[in-house]
């Protein structure tokens, strides 16, 4: 009685958890979909206010809700947008508040272990943005600077991790958000943001007087960016997959790529500027989920 009591117990819980992971079945029954967005990633997501969304991966995810909505033969589908910060997006996304998360977010093995990620759509390099007026040029005049970066994301440790800031000392104050993290070296509080190149180059963009500003500096890292999904889910995760896959073949996704960072986008109308990289059209050509790990072996 007990054994047959523990084995009812055991498939519950599997039940229970399959339940919470069908990603597709839980769109299917409420006929809607909720987007994790970020606030001010640059251009691969930024809001333009009133609730409404925009970038890069914005409209990538949004060409994959339509392909699912697709597939679920639903004569609609409602996106709700939730915006996430780089502290809350996994655990809103494990928690079933976000089904596919639509940010700036490195696939690594340490993420791994709690959620799933898309084939990489953008490789990112770690770069550092400083006033053009500075002086500084490179990490090692960072030493006894105060440097910005955004609580919850990783390139300090890269700058800390990097053979020529090994020895450099340098003082880390926190932004919420990218954007806030970009107005501390803005106003002085920061002499640097360490930061993805394309969201220092966003926010440059947008800034009142985008010449007072560079990037500068040796590349720190670099770094798979990909859509987060919940783990253990392959039926969306495969959805999800194969609808990227598809705009990589067909060349969709360079036409969204060249839309916005090489056209002018809003709110602004105002050019990022960041030329395709061959680290991400080799992740188009080739597409894949490989964790930052593996790109630090070469």
Known sequence: MKKSLLVLATVAAFAAQAQTTDTLKKIKDSGSATMGVRESSGALSYTLGDGKFAGFHIEVCSKVLADVQKQLGLAKLD??????????????????TVDIECGSTTNNATRQKDVAFAVTTFVEEVRIAVKA????????????????????????????????????????????????????????????????GQILAGNIAKAKNPNDFKIVGE????????????????????????????????????????????????????????????????????????????????
């Open 79 to 96: 996106v709700k947008y939730q915006p996430v910060t780089s502290q809350n997006r996994i655990p809103l996304v494990q928690n079933g």
């Open 133 to 196: 007026n500075s002086g500084i040029n490179s990490i090692a005049q960072l030493n006894g600077k105060k440097v910005a970066t955004t609580t919850g994301t990783t390139s300090v440790q890269h700058l800390r991790k990097h053979e020529r800031g090994a020895n450099v000392n340098f003082e880390e104050v926190f932004g919420k958000d990218h954007a806030d993290s970009f107005l501390l070296m803005e106003t002085g509080r920061a002499d640097a943001f360490v930061m993805d």
């Open 219 to 298: 590349v720190l890292s670099v770094e798979p960016i990909a859509i987060m999904i919940r783990k253990d889910d392959p039926a969306f995760k495969k959805a999800v997959d194969d609808s990227i896959k598809a705009m990589m073949k067909s060349g969709d996704i360079a036409k969204m790529y060249d839309k916005w960072f090489m056209q002018p986008i809003p709110p602004t109308n105002t050019k990022v500027g960041l030329p395709l990289s061959d680290a991400t059209k080799n992740a188009w050509a080739n597409p894949n989920d490989k964790p930052l790990e593996d790109y630090l072996k070469k």
